[in-house]
């Protein structure tokens, strides 16, 4: 069965850098865009980062560009997303999902979805 599976959460001082990794198992991943999305408490889960299945083309939520970087390495079934000048309002817990087409923003358009991983940003 399909699994995706986040890694590198943690703690961290606002300012800092995370780097967080989704690896695929299960599906054809060269032939999946890939997103991030993230889930702070009491809010509604919010999109960060989508890639394509190639790598050309990248989105990105206003609230990261220029922080956060999405990436995918095809011979490791692997995303990832760094993230570079944390702030506080970036604690949430981060999923990485899949979809069968292109980049997309909504997370109703994505076919598979990891258990998360927790990202807390201190002051």
């Known amino acids: 069965q399909v699994q995706l599976v986040e890694s590198g959460g943690g703690l961290v001082q606002a300012g800092g850098s995370l780097r967080l990794s989704c690896a695929a198992s299960?599906?054809?991943?060269?032939?999946?865009?890939m997103g991030w999305f993230r889930q702070a408490p009491g809010k509604e889960r919010e999109f960060v980062a989508s890639i394509s299945w190639g790598g050309r083309s990248t989105l990105y939520a206003d609230s990261v560009k220029g922080r956060f970087t999405i990436s995918r390495d095809n011979a490791k079934n692997t995303v990832y997303l760094q993230m570079n000048s944390l702030k506080l309002e970036d604690t949430a817990v981060y999923y990485c999902?899949?979809?069968?087409?292109?980049?997309?923003?909504?997370?109703?358009?994505?076919?598979?979805w990891g258990q998360g991983t927790q990202v807390t940003v201190s002051s």
């Open positions: 299960g599906l054809p991943f060269q032939n999946y865009a």
């Open positions: 999902a899949g979809r069968r087409m292109g980049v997309s923003r909504k997370n109703s358009e994505y076919d598979f």
